[in-house]
Nanobody
Framework: QVQLVESGGGLVQAGGSLRLSCAAS????????MGWFRQAPGKEREFVAG???????TYVDSVKGRFTISRDNAKNTVYLQMSTLKHEDTAVYHC???????????????????WGQGTQVTVSS
């Protein structure tokens, strides 16, 4: 069983920065692909960024150059550094994990097995 706990959300002005953290329990973190998703009110959950167990990364086009995903396997933690935030980045951000896909970073929510409860990010314009 894996438990994921996000932290670091909050209210920030447009152009500002936040760093989200996702702490994982369990023994599979070091071989898990990790993803960050977000869900705004009335919208579907959207893939934001993902990272393989070895550090390969991928991003949705709308955050490329602004967001950076990273992980510390010794601390069982994955991060999402968000910079140059825009109002449209406002959402609840969730981290998720999977061990099913090897070196592939899936982008579908159903491809992930475990989810955190989410942390709210609000960007004021």
């Amino acid at each position: 069983q894996v438990q994921l706990v996000e932290s670091g959300g909050g209210l920030v002005q447009a152009g500002g920065s936040l760093r989200l953290s996702c702490a994982a329990s369990g023994r599979t973190f070091s071989r898990s692909a990790m993803g960050w998703f977000r869900q705004a009110p009335g919208k579907e959950r959207e893939f934001v960024a993902g990272i393989t167990w070895s550090g390969g990364t991928t991003y949705v086009d709308s955050v490329k150059g602004r967001f950076t995903i990273s992980r510390d396997n010794a601390k069982n933690t994955v991060y999402l550094q968000m910079s140059t935030l825009k109002h449209e980045d406002t959402a609840v951000y969730h981290c998720a994990s999977t061990t099913r896909w090897g070196m592939v970073i899936p982008r579908g929510a159903t491809d992930y097995d475990y989810w955190g409860q989410g942390t709210q990010v609000t960007v004021s314009s």
